[in-house]
């Protein structure tokens, strides 16, 4: 069985908003995950008895200001402190701010370098008849 | 008077790194403050090194106890965004092997936290029947932990019909040991007065500090990811195993509780598993965004993965289930005892190589 | 056997696999403390390091305080092939491969993840290595005095 796919359109603005109403509703807050695309993209994941909720954020850059969750859903604090320190996030007022020590890593915000240009898929063979040069 | 008692990462009960602040006065915990990162190894960025069918084996690998459950989410995932059929005998042999490591794994937790509240002869007793599991395990995939027989398209291996309801007739056997083990766990004086009323989580709590698997269970909130019929769970009868009271015993008698259920799951497809094959060719590249959920036996694992129609995924992101029962677990803490704080980190079946990937 | 041996177990940032296959080894099927191996949690007591998974930028440290605290003789042994090489995960960017990186290693146990047999193949050739050491050290042939 595939599982409905409900993804829904949200700005950094209209979070908090759409995010308490999730509460309200008696949703549990499933996930936090950002990615690196052109920009960034956030997603906020929520359930309800196997009814399953996308909001997505889309960002030029992670210095844009996005407001914390985690006055909605307390647990929201890993997540946001998560996305802080892997993405470089700027996520203001977050409760239980680490100030980038939740993962103490070797490189930080790594997963804000842009991924590498997709690999040309077949390697240019030499065809019968190339001369190959001897080096 | 307040004082601060760092909890690790190196720590007897631990087998694991994961550094916890107690603040204490007196005896009491007041406040708890978790910081991890000593074993994140950054996989998930692996997907750009690695194409999308070989990482099935860095996802079996970002946990050795849920391994082959890692590795299906995985599978699932991509197979719904490459809308691949995967042939109903491979979606049952799925079922088998995740319920089988449902099994280890709960008496592998049985054991940890038996020694954790120091009972050592009980963690043997639970550690030498996991061992009979992990036997039918390694006949069945050649590995005992890590088991590399998932992949996308189906499995690599087959069990013959025969072999299956052979299983599930040791299982059945081993079931009247599992009962006895129970027995001492849900019965005994000294192990109750460790487990009853320790760590209470009520169920409100539960969904709103997002727990998930045994911990919202035992608060009384029946949600279990199998419920979405995935693999082929939409063709097995069962129903999710509950308790009400919330606290440490609770949790306990829900993962025996769920051992049962596995042992009778696996019944169930050994009957109903049908002929056919178990794999089939996967051509073209995997494109779009797809959330796939399942259930481990720590609880709901979430695969996000985004493709954009070349060799190397976008992004996948893993949520485990640890990683979500932080907050209870801290909620639960607050407020104990600081003789009971081993206890109440292992009711969360704590697995940090999950959590940090 | 002349002594018996006590292991400190560290885990790098390994998946879990070769931890628990650790722990297997400890219990009734496989049963080394029959061999008096005792799984020890304090550096100060241990002749044997242990180390599953690799290392990273995080536990450096942790890793060479505990070496650094073993008494003398002692054997440092990689278990599985993370703390071989860094294994699948050593092209990840909070990777920097095996524990050889940080500290001296005299014994490397291949497998992903490990088996019990080969752990405790593992354990039986660190003694062999122990006791060449320990005669380096004193030069004497026994441990007796």
């Known amino acids: 069985m595939i599982e409905s796919q409900d993804f829904r359109e949200t700005t950094p603005e209209r979070l908090i908003g759409e995010v308490q109403g999730m509460r309200d509703a008696g949703y549990r807050l499933v996930q936090i995950g950002a990615t690196r695309t052109e920009g960034f993209e956030i997603n906020y994941s929520f359930d309800r008895n196997l009814e399953f909720v996308n909001f997505k954020i889309r960002l030029a850059d ?8 985690s006055g909605v859903y307390w647990s929201a604090f890993l997540y946001e402190n998560e996305l802080h320190d892997l993405f470089g996030l700027n996520i203001k007022n977050i409760h239980i701010d680490y100030q980038g020590h939740f993962y103490r890593v070797a490189r930080p915000a790594a997963f804000a370098e842009k991924p590498p240009p997709p690999k040309i898929k077949r390697a240019v063979k030499p065809t019968a008849g190339t001369e190959v040069k001897e080096t | 008077m307040r004082t601060i008692i760092p909890f690790g990462p190196q720590h007897p009960v631990l087998p694991e790194p994961i550094h916890l602040d107690l603040v204490v006065e007196d005896e009491t915990v007041v406040d708890v403050i978790p ?9 998930e960025k692996l997907v750009e090194k690695k194409d999308f069918q070989e990482f099935v084996y860095v996802a079996e690998r970002i946990c050795g106890i849920c391994s082959f459950i890692h590795g299906m989410t995985y599978c699932h995932g991509v197979e719904q965004l490459m809308k691949i059929e995967v042939p109903p005998r491979a979606h049952y042999l799925r079922t088998v092997w995740s319920e089988l490591s449902r099994i280890h794994s709960h008496l592998l937790w049985l054991g940890l936290i038996a020694d954790a509240f120091g009972f050592e002869s009980l963690f043997m007793h639970s550690w030498r029947l996991r061992e009979k599991v992990l036997d039918i395990i390694e006949a069945t995939t050649g590995g005992r932990v890590i088991f590399g027989s998932c992949k996308i398209g189906g499995v690599r291996r087959d069990i013959e019909n025969g072999t299956l ?20 766990f849900l019965n005994d004086l000294t192990v109750k007065r460790r487990l009853c009323g320790v760590g209470v989580l009520s169920g409100p709590d539960a969904l709103g500090l997002g ?5 919202l269970r035992a608060s009384g909130v029946a949600q279990d ?91 996948l992101r893993v949520r485990t289930p640890t990683f979500a029962n932080i907050p209870p677990m801290l909620k639960i803490m607050t407020g104990c005892q600081l003789a009971d704080v081993p206890v109440l980190v292992l009711t969360i079946d704590p697995c940090i190589s999950c959590t940090e990937r | 056997m002349q002594k018996s041996p006590w292991i400190i177990h560290y885990d790098g940032s390994s998946c879990n696999g070769c931890d628990i296959e650790v722990l297997a080894a400890l219990t009734p099927m496989y049963d080394v403390e029959r061999f008096g191996v005792i799984n020890t949690g304090n550096p100060k007591h241990a002749d044997i390091f242990l180390i599953t998974g690799s290392v990273n930028e995080q536990n450096k440290a942790v890793i060479k305080n505990i070496y650094d605290q073993m008494p003398n003789p002692k054997v440092v042994m990689a278990v599985g092939i993370c703390a071989c090489t860094g294994g699948i995960f050593r092209e990840c960017y909070n990777v920097l491969g095996g524990p050889d990186k940080v500290i001296p290693v005299d014994l490397y146990v291949p497998g992903c993840a490990a088996r019990p047999e080969s752990i405790i193949d593992g354990v039986v050739k660190a003694l062999e290595l ?3 050491k320990r005669r380096k050290r ?7 005095t």
């Not at chain 2, 309801?165 to 001492?184: Q, S």
């Open chain 3, 130 to 132: 122990w006791e060449g």
């Open chain 2, 35 to 43: 910081s991890i990162g000593f074993i994140h190894r950054g996989l």
């Open chain 2, 165 to 184: 309801r052979e299983i599930a007739a040791k299982l059945r056997d081993y079931a009247v040991e599992y009962k006895d083990l129970g027995n001492v």
């Open chain 1, 62 to 69: 992670n210095t844009e200001a996005i407001p914390s969750i």
């Open chain 2, 211 to 215: 727990s998930v698997g045994p911990m």
């Open chain 2, 225 to 315: 990811m199998r419920l979405l019929k995935y693999a082929a769970y939409g063709g097995i009868d069962f129903a999710p195993v509950t308790a009400e009271e919330g606290d440490s015993y609770a949790r306990c008698a829900v993962r025996i509780g769920e051992i049962f259920q596995s042992v009778e799951i696996i019944r169930q497809c050994s009957e109903k598993i049908p002929g056919g094959a178990i794999e089939i060719k996967v051509t073209g590249l995997p494109e779009g965004e797809f959330y796939a959920r399942t259930e481990q036996p720590r609880g709901e694992v979430i695969y996000y993965i985004k493709a954009n129609g070349t060799k190397n995924l976008e992004r």
């Open chain 3, 138 to 144: 004193t030069g004497r042939e026994s441990i007796q």
